[in-house]
């Protein structure tokens, strides 16, 4: 068993391994895991896939961080403003 695999069942979840390393694409190295981002932006559009480091398998995997959404503050409500 790999390194890290160990921690299944004892320090880590099943549910959350599964959600964070074992039902995601592995890829051997920080550049495998952008270049497949970079293919993935050519063909989807812009994405914000970040590779990671996994603390279970030790294999790379991509991040899709959301953007943060703009919110306008309610008239009168922001700071400094009239109720």
Do not use: W
């Amino acid at each position: 068993m790999r390194a890290g695999f160990e921690r299944i069942g004892r320090t880590v979840s099943l549910e959350r391994a599964k959600r964070s390393c074992l039902d995601k694409r592995a890829y051997k190295s920080r550049n495998e895991a952008r270049d497949f981002a970079a293919r993935n932006r050519k063909k989807y559009g812009e994405t914000a896939d970040q590779p990671y480091r996994c603390t279970i398998c030790g294999k790379f995997h991509l991040a899709t961080r959301k953007a943060k959404r703009k919110t306008r503050a309610k008239a009168g409500r922001g700071k400094g403003g009239k109720r």
